[in-house]
């Protein structure tokens, strides 16, 4: 247990800077380069470097693979349900100008910010999901199974 | 800050038809994952399925007069933005697809339930609905990139659902990497083609790019796109040479999945193959029409002979029908390489016609397969007297696959021997008769199989459920009706045809450059 210690302590410290840093990309992704899909990787990584330093038992405990799977979704319907709400103002769907009618040019502020929070949502989930089933891999496969 | 009133007609729920064709099914797959039950998603899917399918019905209404309807996604007008684009030829698919996909949900609750593991049966709708989406998603965009990127949303979800067969045989795991192999393939091949088209263009509206490249003419850029595109295609309709992937995973799948790719995935990729040789490459190119005449006919006519001799000697009735797919896609590339709208119009109704006898045929066997658990012959032996009402309809959509008059088969080969006369080719009809003719000898196989032989030991009369039967039934019906009445499917497709044929109008855009 006491092997690794400057790496765990290392990590623990690095941990809430990566989630930092994954959230500064997600919000500042519409003025510098950056935007959801490099966020989610970011945040990825953070609960990734977690799990292959600490054991995947103690990343699980974070965040159940259920959970991941909810992620992957839930991403997908905050970027879609955009466009929902973009259809029920009466706009074209994605069409984000209808999020302020009289400034089309603050909806598409809104909007993109919406759609990229959806988009990091998946890549954070479906980073760590493609992590969880490689490190949870079960043992190959007994002969019988053939 | 500027705040002045910007002026803008709501749109209404009509407007917005095209978009929610592809969205409904798109934000209902997610939905599955997060409710996250398996009944719920069931009624998800179906719900769903059944939305897009009525939606596709309103718009093939409005467009069967030879117009179309375009909807420009996010408001940006095209050929910048992405647009949708309806027309005759997308929305019968569209109505065929989603059709389809309605049919066999209530169908794969039941056989699902036996084939896959109940934790598993979630995330297969919602594979089943991404699928969906993709493939309605390539036939509805008048965008050629987002052609790229629906058509990898439907094989990705396709893969994974080819794998759920490996509950039963492990093989499906070496399907399902085949296909993806092949497909992957494939997809960058077109999104290779896709960026010639672009480096020659500069856009990717398809109707952008066949104004433009009508202006430049023939040169290698081009030529090289549509080599490309021609192979990427090609190995997703499974054209004779490229056909190696479709036996086995349309073997090893789970009966529903293989009723529903088999009856609209390579169709699809038919579809993409008329709208891109027809709608964006014209006719007019030499290249274009020496392709069409001299490879693609040659290899339509190769798979008709070679894949139906091969499903004569399968011993296994479902790998016989993967095989007789292969044959049936050799016609629908004949009626491409007539290069004539009789023969368009026989390649599009034979999309359809023979969606639904396959489609039929393969609910068929996993009714079958439902109780045998194997669809070899020798394990179907009388199953024609323990399963009368499967057999029946098996036997209406084996008449239909030969092509028996009264049947839809019947209507689309008509057409095309129509289409080779037209031409004055008449070996070419000829072989059309000739290979119906093998069609004859392994639909016979199973029907002797059904009903000529005893049935085992102590099987008592054993009907497959209801949520089957029914489905399958309606399938076997709709092969009847539109065999008796084909005017519904000949003119449509017709329309359709002539819109291929005819020079697109260009853009409003455009007209000032």
């Known amino acids: 247990m006491r092997h690794h210690l400057i790496l765990r302590v290392i990590v623990k410290l690095l941990v809430s800077t990566m989630i930092l840093y994954a959230l500064y990309v997600q919000f500042h992704g519409d003025y510098s380069p950056g935007g959801g899909f490099q966020a989610g990787v970011i945040m990825a990584v953070a609960f990734i470097i977690y799990g292959i330093v600490f054991g995947l038992r103690k990343v699980h405990a974070v965040l159940p693979p259920w959970l991941v799977h909810k992620l992957v979704a839930l991403g997908v319907l905050v970027y879609g349900g955009t466009g929902v709400v973009n259809m029920l103002q009466g706009y074209e769907f994605l069409n984000y100008g209808s999020l302020t009618p009289h400034h089309p040019e603050h909806g598409q502020h809104w909007g993109i910010l919406a759609v990229e929070a959806g988009v990091g949502i998946t890549v954070t989930g479906v980073m760590i999901a493609i992590y969880y089933a490689f490190a949870a891999r079960p043992p190959r496969m007994s002969d019988e199974e053939w | ?513």
């Open chain 2, 1 to 513: 800050m500027a705040t002045s009133e910007i002026q803008h007609t709501a749109l209404t729920l009509h407007d917005q038809l095209p978009i929610l064709q592809v969205a409904i099914p798109l934000l209902a797959a997610p939905l599955c994952v997060l409710v996250g039950q398996r009944h719920a998603a069931w009624w998800i899917a179906f719900i769903s399925s059944f939305a897009a399918f009525v939606i596709s019905c309103l718009l093939l209404v409005q467009v069967t007069d030879g117009s179309y309807i375009s909807y420009e996604i996010g408001g940006w007008a095209p050929p910048l933005g992405i647009e949708y684009r309806v027309d005759a030829l997308n929305a019968f698919m569209l109505f065929l697809v989603s059709g389809i996909a309605t049919l066999i949900l209530p169908f794969a609750s039941a056989s699902i339930g036996q084939e896959v593991p109940e934790r598993n049966h979630t995330l297969l709708y919602s594979c089943f609905l991404l699928c969906l989406t993709g493939l309605l998603g390539v036939l509805i965009t008048g965008d050629a990139f987002n052609v790229f990127v629906f058509l990898e949303i439907s094989s990705l979800s396709t893969y994974v659902l080819v794998a759920q067969g490996a509950y039963r045989d492990k093989r499906a795991l070496t399907a399902a990497y085949d296909y993806l192999i092949m497909g992957t393939i494939g997809a960058t091949f077109f999104v290779i083609g896709l960026g010639f088209l672009y480096m020659a263009t500069g856009t990717l509206n398809m109707a952008d790019i066949a104004a433009r490249i009508a202006e430049q003419g023939d040169n290698r850029t081009v030529r090289a796109a549509f080599a490309f595109i021609l192979v990427g295609m090609g190995l997703k309709v499974a054209i004779y040479p490229l056909h190696h992937w479709l036996p086995n995973a349309y073997t090893f799948a789970p009966s529903a999945i293989t009723a529903f790719l088999a009856a609209t995935a390579t169709k699809v990729a038919i579809y993409v193959w008329l709208r891109f040789m027809f709608g964006v490459f014209r006719p007019d190119f030499l290249f274009d029409v020496y392709t069409l005449q001299f490879i693609i006919l040659p290899f339509g006519l190769i798979a008709m002979f070679a894949a139906s001799f091969v499903a004569i000697f399968q011993r296994d009735f479902k790998r016989m029908l993967a095989y007789s797919s292969i044959a049936q896609i050799g016609y629908m590339l004949l009626g491409i390489g007539l290069i004539s709208a009789t023969g368009l119009t026989a390649t599009i109704s034979h999309l359809f016609n023979h969606g639904i006898t396959k489609a039929a045929l393969f609910m068929g066997v996993g009714a079958l397969v439902f109780y045998s658990g194997s669809s070899f012959y020798d394990r179907l032996e009388g199953r024609g007297r323990t399963m009368p009402w499967t057999s029946a309809a098996i036997v209406i959509g084996g008449l239909s696959l030969i092509g028996v008059p009264g049947t839809a088969g019947f209507v689309s080969k008509w057409v095309l021997v129509q289409a080779a006369f037209e031409k004055g080719w008449w070996p070419i009809a000829a072989l059309i008769v000739a290979s119906s003719l093998l069609a004859v000898i392994y639909v016979w196989r199973v029907i002797e199989t059904l009903y000529l032989t005893a049935p085992a030991e102590g099987a008592a009369r054993r009907e497959a459920p209801l949520p089957m039967l029914i489905p399958l039934w309606i399938a076997a019906l709709s092969c009847i009706y539109f065999g008796f009445d084909g005017v519904f499917v000949v003119d449509i497709a017709r329309t359709a045809a002539e819109g291929l044929l005819t020079s697109p109008t260009p853009l409003p855009l455009l007209e000032g450059n």
